[in-house]
């Protein structure tokens, strides 16, 4: 019953990341890493690659910059089944920040970009691809690009050399009738690259847009333990392999990394459904004023932060 | 852009005191009676209607029998567009428990029944019908129901007079695929009627297999402030107006009553997303394991619910 195309990338260090800096200690990555090979997960993305000059290693942590000795400290020579990626940002990145492949412990390197960075990124991921890595486009922001700039980024994108492109909601705003067309554009308009999705939980369909995803052949599937991730987070990864039937996906490591160390973490960081969330996600607005409503004292009082979404809409 | 047929019915208080035995204040019940009838919604389930042979008055709340006293003491003689409603089981409830429509604030009459009941659930439903209520039927536990049996009691249900029928994943085990499905079947075995949905979110699928619903033609929708509702809850009342487009509903009184009633409730109940829930789904299982799972001193060791199971499984 399963497809064996499909590959299942775990980037619960890399988006989970966005709501603490990247301060986690070294047991949990470990304790991730751990899970992911020992579940059959096919990709971990463990953070993004980016440079000191972006951002100042005082106040993030380690996983956004990716150095190759952070990641020895974690994986050793990563001689497992599992392979590892990392994000890089346009603008936050230089090209010679890239090491050869043969230097490092990354197997595929993600470049993620807004549509008007469409040729950067390219001109980024393929030259991340001559260094010997595989390489995704992750064009973000897609729920609020008027079709013509998208079908124009799609044009160049075809005639790009890189062969995975993923659609992505960053805002949590999309169901499945509209993950369904755009997915199909991509697919008209890429014919021969595989599609990906990396879905966001504000209106608790993160899941269900993976699966549509999926029955409409998108072979990359973006995925979080627990859902952790910026704001609502992410497509639970326990939920995704329930669904999925490939016999070599294993639930029992994932539900003990849940156990051990996602549900304690859960005491920190209020990621998840939350109603600031669902609100910038019904409005396709960026969640960044929900992130910072919950980061304040007013945390509570939805109905306040209900009418300062709705004036903002006035202007 | 919104189709005028659709109905949404909030059960909060009747499948969210499957969690605390209907043991609700007042206050509480008012002020979900008060979001309802301010945000614009069709129907309010209050409860079950039931008799104190099958269920003790000291034991459960008052919302477990639905006597006409209790409700009039909350909603009045509800002069407003909000029409009421109760659930009925087939089994504990006699026929002349069921008022004429005229000594009764209820307008509506839900049976809720399993598939070997659905001889009962017809005579009851056109039982409440003739003392003049509206009636549905809600054939529950479908996912575990045979297709022989399942076309046969629709075609029981074409023959009768209830003029609505509902699809409900009793146990949030289905997806997408299989809600689109029984839909069409439920839609080509009983021309005339009305659907409606029905859904719980052990899988996150609550409110995308209702949007699938939507999209299949059901009319008639279920579900409750903040996905309250048995183990992992049901569709969330302000993801589904959040995404109707009907301007009927209002979301504030929405948001008002979570912040001030449903969160705090939150911190005494424990619905939603949880690992036990999420297992039991994905396994097509009735919640009760994972409930008890969740009420136990084990309710963290989520790697030994897993295997406890997957043991079930094996004999």
Redesign the interface.
């Known amino acids: 019953m399963y497809r064996k195309e499909i590959k299942v990338l775990d980037c619960t260090v890399r988006d989970g990341g966005l709501m603490n800096k990247w301060m986690f200690s070294d047991e949990f990555v470990k304790a991730v890493y751990k899970a992911c090979v020992e579940s059959g997960i096919d990709y971990m993305e463990i953070g993004y690659k980016s440079n000191t000059k972006s951002f100042s290693p005082k106040e993030y942590g380690k996983w956004r910059f990716c150095d190759e000795k952070a990641m020895a400290e974690i994986v050793g020579k990563n001689d497992t089944n599992l392979k590892l990626s990392a994000m890089a940002d346009i603008g936050r990145i230089e090209p010679d920040d890239i090491l050869p492949k043969s230097e490092s412990l990354l197997d595929m390197i993600r470049v993620a970009c807004y549509v008007n960075q469409i040729d950067k990124a390219i001109w980024l991921a393929e030259h991340c691809m001559d260094k010997g890595y595989e390489a995704t486009i992750n064009l973000m922001a897609v729920s609020t690009v008027m079709e013509r700039d998208l079908n124009e980024a799609l044009e160049d994108l075809n005639k790009s050399k890189v062969p995975v492109v993923y659609l992505v909601d960053s805002y949590g705003s999309m169901?499945?009738?509209q993950v369904e067309l755009l997915v199909n554009k991509y697919r008209e308009r890429l014919p021969g690259k595989t599609l990906g999705v990396h879905m966001h939980?504000n209106?608790?369909?993160?899941?269900?847009?993976t699966?549509?995803g999926i029955?409409q052949n998108c072979n990359m599937l973006d995925a979080t333990i627990l859902g952790i991730g910026r704001g609502a987070g992410n497509c639970?990864l326990?939920?995704l392999l329930?669904?999925l039937k490939n016999p070599k996906f294993k639930?029992?490591p994932i539900?003990?990394v849940?156990?051990e160390h996602l549900?304690p973490l859960q005491k920190e960081i209020d990621w998840?459904?939350h109603?600031p969330y669902?609100?910038t996600g019904?409005m396709n607005q960026h969640p960044r004023s929900a992130m910072k409503w919950m980061d304040s004292e007013n945390k509570?009082?939805?109905?306040s932060f209900?009418?300062y979404m709705m004036d903002q809409r006035d202007f």
């Open positions: 169901y499945c009738e939980n209106m608790q369909l993160a899941f269900s847009n699966i549509t029955i639970p326990e939920v329930s669904f639930l029992r539900y003990k849940i156990q549900i998840g459904y109603i669902l609100i019904a509570e009082d939805l109905v209900f009418n």
